[in-house]
């Protein structure tokens, strides 16, 4: 079992910045894959961005050059670093970690809203 608890989420304006973070606990070992989806009201749930255990990245292009992914392998946490923010990336955040090898079951935390609006 993981354990995931996101942190970081809240209301800011258009152009703002703001800082998520997971802590992962539990049975974390192997290769594995941490990251942020996002999902908006009547909308399905959406990748932003994840960090490999090795250390590579991937974002949506959606959040490319605004968002940062990075992680602090001490402490089993990544983070979010986000930007130049819009409208349209209020969203729930959600936290997941996927064991790539050997292979395991998803793990998704309990979400973390955010609000951009003036």
């Known amino acids: 079992q993981v354990q995931l608890v996101e942190s970081g989420g809240g209301l800011v304006r258009p152009g703002g910045s703001l800082r998520l973070s997971c802590a992962a606990s539990?049975?974390?070992?192997?290769?594995?894959?941490m990251g942020w989806y996002r999902q908006a009201p009547g909308k399905q749930r959406e990748l932003v961005a994840t960090?490999?255990?090795?250390?590579?990245?991937n974002y949506a292009d959606s959040v490319k050059d605004r968002f940062t992914i990075s992680r602090d392998n001490g402490k089993n946490t990544i983070y979010l670093q986000m930007g130049s923010l819009k409208p349209e990336d209020t969203a729930v955040y959600y936290c997941?970690?996927?064991?790539?090898?050997?292979?395991?079951?998803?793990?998704w935390g309990q979400g973390t809203q955010v609000t951009v609006s003036s």
């Open positions: 997941n970690h996927r064991r790539i090898a050997p292979p395991g079951r998803d793990y």
């Open positions: 539990g049975s974390i070992f192997g290769i594995y894959v």
């Open positions: 960090i490999v255990s090795g250390g590579s990245t």
